[in-house]
């Protein structure tokens, strides 16, 4: 696809309205199903609106009845409540949107909401995309197969619309995660980096991936709280050859300020504020020393640039395969993928969907 086919192809992508105002204008009650760690974003979401929650749906036992005042239910206990209600997904499997309402008559709308995560609220303006649409696509030129591109213009053109569907008509469902996808198979000889390794979740889903066997594993994770829970899972499992660090990645050494809530923790800015948590970050190349590095998962906010310019060494002297989430927000196609290229030209790039959101659009590199 060549420059203006690709600039023609996502600036048509059709939806001017915003999904806030259609929700806003709703007169039936407001579910969130599924109680995860989305639910506490959308949850957040629809707070900032003044759009009132009336209930949350589980299915089977969610073992509370309620949370912050707002009833748990299954399905058939708020169908017996609300004759129509309209439901907003409380988690990532947006694909299944079209097999809903079939489960319930009363459902009137379903909603599932593209912008959320880390507070990134706002989507893309076409004035944006139209600023920037050299930059991104010089990046698309850098992708190495069709799919990536499908992957890469599905993003652009739903972050521009808010309309989940061009993303869920592509989305393979293929199980696509950091260590099993169609580009590469975690092996069990990996010496893993754990980039935002929170309390083992990441970590757990690679063991699963290599049956338990690996060589080595770094896991970073700066916030005391999900640092204390992470030593907790890897005593519990009794790991070895893991190192534990509590401290973040940038591209030097530093203390920066660092926002810890309910949804999801990020580094604040590049200043010490005062008002959030200190803590100590330091570069991969720097912390690693020299160590053979086979694969690396970065998955946060801020800070993923910074992360990569300060691993410059692992990739050049080891080129170790990488997962990395670059959907959060409008700017990582912008810069990621040129940035790897620029490190390490012999890097492959590609781009899959963990699930059928913007935010769980993966890079892969290998």
């Given at each position: 696809?060549?420059?203006?086919?690709?600039?023609?192809?996502?600036?048509?992508?059709?939806?001017?309205?915003?999904?806030?105002?259609?929700?806003?204008?709703?007169?039936?009650?407001?579910?969130?199903?599924?109680?995860?760690?989305?639910?506490?974003?959308?949850?957040?979401?629809?707070d900032y609106y003044h759009i009132k929650v009336s209930s949350y749906w589980v299915d089977g036992n969610p073992g509370l009845k309620e949370r912050d005042g707002i009833p748990v239910q299954s399905l058939s206990a708020i169908e017996n409540q609300f004759d129509k209600f309209n439901v907003v997904f409380g988690h990532s499997k947006y694909e299944l949107k079209t097999e809903i309402k079939k489960r319930c008559k009363n459902i009137q709308n379903i909603f599932c909401i593209p912008n959320v995560c880390y507070g990134q609220y706002q989507k893309m303006e076409k004035a944006f995309f139209e600023k920037n649409k050299e930059g991104y696509y010089r990046n698309f030129s850098l992708l190495e197969d069709r799919e990536s591109q499908e992957c890469m213009i599905a993003y652009l053109k739903c972050k521009i619309t808010e309309k989940i569907d061009y993303i869920v008509d592509i989305y393979s469902g293929e199980g696509t995660n950091y260590f099993t996808n169609p580009v590469y198979k975690a092996g069990e000889e990996e010496v893993y980096i754990d980039v935002g390794a929170y309390t083992g979740d990441s970590l757990e889903l690679f063991l699963k991936s290599v049956n338990n066997h690996y060589k080595k594993i770094y896991a970073f994770e700066p916030e005391e709280k999900s640092f204390q829970l992470l030593k907790e899972y890897v005593e519990e499992k009794k790991l070895e050859n893991i190192a534990l660090e509590k401290k973040g990645t940038w591209n030097k050494k530093d203390t920066l300020s660092f926002s810890d809530t309910e949804e999801s923790s990020s580094i604040d800015s590049m200043s010490k504020s005062g008002e959030d948590t200190e803590i100590a970050v330091d570069t991969l190349d720097s912390m690693l020393n020299g160590?053979?590095?086979?694969?690396?998962?970065?998955?946060?906010?801020?800070?993923?640039?910074?992360?990569?310019?300060?691993?410059?060494?692992?990739?050049?002297?080891?080129?170790?395969?990488?997962?990395?989430?670059?959907?959060?927000?409008?700017?990582?196609?912008?810069?990621?993928?040129?940035?790897?290229?620029?490190?390490?030209?012999?890097?492959?790039?590609?781009?899959?969907?963990?699930?059928?959101?913007?935010?769980?659009?993966?890079?892969?590199?290998?």
């Open positions: 696809m060549d420059k203006n086919e690709f600039y023609e192809e996502v600036q048509k992508a059709e939806g001017n309205g915003l999904l806030v105002q259609e929700m806003q204008q709703s007169e039936y009650p407001f579910v969130i199903w599924g109680m995860g760690s989305l639910s506490y974003s959308i949850k957040k979401y629809l160590e053979t590095v086979t694969l690396v998962k970065i998955n946060f906010l801020v800070g993923v640039k910074e992360t990569i310019e300060g691993m410059k060494g692992i990739m050049v002297q080891s080129k170790p395969k990488l997962a990395v989430t670059v959907g959060f927000d409008e700017y990582a196609l912008l810069s990621i993928p040129m940035l790897i290229k620029a490190i390490n030209p012999t890097y492959k790039i590609y781009l899959r969907f963990a699930d059928a959101m913007p935010a769980r659009l993966l890079l892969l590199a290998v």
